[in-house]
Structures are given as structure tokens and as C-alpha cells.
């Protein structure tokens, strides 16, 4: 079955850091487009970060020199660092996957979504 | 980016719903659609404008041209309420963009 399942959440104090790890199974993380994506209590859709199958990552401008994604392909899990944690931080992660190969991956939309895990910035 | 959908949409049980998402165009881009039910995850109920994943009944459509792309459900029913969001990939920026999302309340 293909899935990933999210963990590392919790409550953190401002200027804390927290790693959420995201592990996959029925795909090979390093093959496909692995994506963060978050929703704040009572808003919408959130994107975070994309890592592509060549390693390379993005972040939306809010969370960057902040939060780092990476994976170990060993484990087929991908890893988001966060650091310097804020209260607006606040809301459930998903670790959502485009799990097309394709050269026009883009096309298949993001097919595979976690349950999220909740991280809680406040003192 | 600012992907504009509009906050709310009701329908009545058996009628037509369309939720629209506006940016310059996105005509160009490949729009995708997810559900999202209260208290679930999000999940994939259009790929590539309108393209339907296994599973995703075919009362679920869409379209895309010029400054808009449109996700139209007929035949409503109850278990269609939920949050629905567009999304694209913007090649420009590597970004992924997330519409505002439009909440869909059956009456």
C-alpha cells in the first residue's frame, strides 16, 4: 500500500526547533517529489517545501533559512528540520508526495497525503 | 501568489456545484483539486484540470482555460460537503500554490 506517515509533533516553545519526519511505503521517497504542507487552526492549505528526486529543495518565503528538508534513502524518510520556531508556525503538518515518475510529474497532482502530525508553537 | 477561490459555495442536494479558481493565467498551468472533509487530510478528486484519480466519481469535473479553472460536482449529495482547494505547480518559481480554498455546504 502506498502511504506515509507523519511524527515529531508536539509543543515547542518560540525559538525551539522540532524535527517531523515523514516515512514512506509503496514508493521510493528519492524517486518521487516529496512536499510539506501545513494548515493553521481554521485556515487553508499551506505549502511549505517540495524536495525533488535530484535533492533539490524549495521553501515558501515564510519558512526559509528556517526549515530544512531532507531524506535518508536508506530509511525511505524524509526529514523537515524546523528551527526558530514562531507561534504562527502553529498548525498540522502533512507530508503529501507527487508520486508520478514521469517526466511531467506536475501532472498527477499530489496523490498521497498523511494523516499530519500537530506542532504547537507557545510559551 | 494569490489564487482567489471563493470563501463559500452552497447547493442544494441533487443540483449543480462549481467552484471556480482565478489567477492570471492559469490556463497554462496543470490545476489540480483536493477534498478535504472535516478533520481529514486532503485528498486528490482531480489531476491535470480534469482528469478524475480511480475511485473519484464521475459526477466530479473540470476545466481550465485563460485567468480561470472551474471544479463542477453534480448531483450533489451530502457527502460531498467539504473544503475544496486548487492547486498548480509554478515552474518559475518551483512553488507549489495552494487557492484559498472554498468551503462547499450542501443545504
Known amino acids: 500500500e502506498v502511504q506515509v506517515v507523519e511524527s515529531g509533533g508536539g509543543l515547542i516553545q518560540p525559538g525551539g526547533s522540532l524535527r517531523l519526519s515523514c516515512a514512506a511505503s509503496g514508493f521510493t521517497v528519492s524517486s518521487n517529489y516529496m512536499n510539506w504542507v501545513r494548515q493553521a487552526p481554521g485556515k487553508g492549505l499551506q505549502w511549505v517545501s517540495i524536495?525533488?528526486?535530484?535533492?533539490?529543495?524549495y521553501y515558501t518565503d515564510s519558512v526559509k533559512g528556517r526549515f530544512t528538508v531532507s531524506r535518508d534513502n536508506s530509511k525511505n524518510i524524509v526529514y523537515l528540520q524546523m528551527d526558530s520556531l514562531r507561534a504562527e508556525d502553529t498548525a498540522i503538518y502533512y507530508c503529501?508526495?507527487?508520486?508520478?515518475?514521469?517526466?511531467?510529474?506536475?501532472?498527477?497532482?499530489?496523490?498521497?497525503w498523511g494523516r499530519g502530525t500537530t506542532v504547537t508553537v507557545s510559551s | 501568489y494569490v489564487v482567489t477561490q471563493p470563501p463559500s459555495v452552497s447547493v442544494a442536494p441533487g443540483k449543480t456545484a462549481t467552484i471556480t479558481c482565478e489567477r492570471y493565467n492559469i490556463g497554462e498551468k496543470s490545476v489540480h483539486w483536493y477534498q478535504q472533509k472535516a478533520g481529514q487530510a486532503p485528498t486528490l478528486v482531480l489531476f491535470h484540470n480534469d482528469h478524475r484519480p480511480s475511485g473519484i466519481p464521475e459526477r466530479f469535473s473540470g476545466s481550465n482555460s485563460g485567468n480561470m479553472a472551474t471544479l463542477t460536482i453534480i448531483r450533489v449529495e451530502a457527502g460531498d460537503e467539504a473544503d475544496y482547494y486548487c492547486?498548480?505547480?509554478?515552474?518559475?518559481?518551483?512553488?507549489?500554490?495552494f487557492g484559498e480554498g472554498t468551503t462547499l455546504t450542501i443545504l
Open positions: 524536495m525533488y528526486s535530484n535533492g533539490y529543495t
Open positions: 503529501a508526495a507527487f508520486t508520478s515518475v514521469a517526466p511531467t510529474w506536475y501532472y498527477y497532482g499530489l496523490d498521497v
Open positions: 492547486q498548480f505547480w509554478d515552474p518559475g518559481s518551483d512553488h507549489v500554490v
